[in-house]
């Protein structure tokens, strides 16, 4: 069984609509595939259907932000209940500084480069979390930079003169506001050095405290020491390890299923999740 749990659409800053992101996770071979677009349940619904129509289960979820000593650190949450206040909150709030965040990169991006904010809403179209993403892509098409990459390495980069933070729940307390939420929290590619700062060793104790089910163990940006590492880390603490893409379209070089999950760390999701995995 080929699984593949993380995944964008341009509910976020995927290139995809929700049921693109499952129709390419059909053509790729997946049998399961996860929507975890950043901090939004807003594609469920359209996956859902899509998954139906192509015969894949279909997990539903969302790529939480927090942050821990400083660091932007990311959550996937599984299975939870959309509705539920404790996490909706959260998420409504963060979408909220995402985008005044958003709104203060452009204006201070305008002094030196061509770039409006209408470029970026152009570019962000229907999506309900309008964020950097979009700002690379508005660059992008004004000829700015080649591609993403380029302007998340120059213009967009955490340490750049155009950096402007944005609040994000304390990890700890996002941990237990998706356990709050019945959803299944599962730390997203926490060995990405080359990103920015990771967390230490300790963090993950903390984070295991309050309810952290899980490590996402093989990601790209994942080198083989940090994999080792953070393989190490969730034996010690018994937490599940998954693999996954971040698939985000054209977005990124990401492929779906050049990393997967095993069949068992799925069921145990599963049997933790408020909300059933759909299909199958």
């Known amino acids: 069984m ?10 976020s800053d995927g290139t995809d609509a929700p049921a693109g992101v499952v129709a390419a996770a059909a053509a790729a071979g997946l049998d399961v595939v996860a929507l975890t677009d950043h901090d939004t349940t807003a594609g469920w619904d359209e996956a859902a259907d899509a998954a139906a129509a192509h015969g894949l289960r279909l997990v539903r979820g969302t790529e939480v932000s927090a942050r821990s000593s400083g660091i932007s650190i990311h959550l996937l949450s599984y299975l939870q209940d959309p509705t539920h206040p404790a996490l909706v909150t959260e998420l409504e709030r963060t979408r909220r500084a995402r985008l005044h965040r958003a709104e203060a990169i452009v204006e201070l991006l305008a002094a030196d480069v061509p770039i409006t904010w209408q470029d970026v809403l152009d570019q962000a179209a229907d999506a309900v979390v309008v964020g950097r993403p979009h700002i690379a892509d508005a660059l992008v098409e004004r000829g700015v930079v080649p591609d993403r990459d380029a302007a998340f390495a120059h213009l967009l980069r955490a340490d750049g003169p155009y950096h402007v933070p944005h609040y994000a729940p304390a990890a700890a307390a996002a941990v237990r506001a998706i356990r709050a939420a019945g959803g299944v929290p599962v730390f997203a590619h926490p060995g990405a050095d080359a990103r920015g700062r990771v967390v230490p060793d300790a963090v993950f104790d903390e984070l295991a405290a309050a309810g952290l089910a899980g490590v996402e163990v093989d990601h790209r940006d994942h080198s083989p020491a940090q994999r080792e590492r953070l ?10 390890v998954t693999g996954s893409s971040d698939y985000h379209g054209s977005g ?8 997967l999950t095993g069949p068992h760390v799925l069921a ?13």
């Open 268 to 280: 145990a999701i599963e049997e933790q999740g408020r909300v059933p995995v759909l299909g199958g």
């Open 252 to 259: 990124k070089a990401n492929r779906l299923g050049e990393n």
């Open 2 to 11: 080929r699984i593949d749990l993380h995944t964008h659409s341009t509910a």
């Open 231 to 240: 393989a190490a880390i969730a034996g010690r603490l018994g937490l599940l």
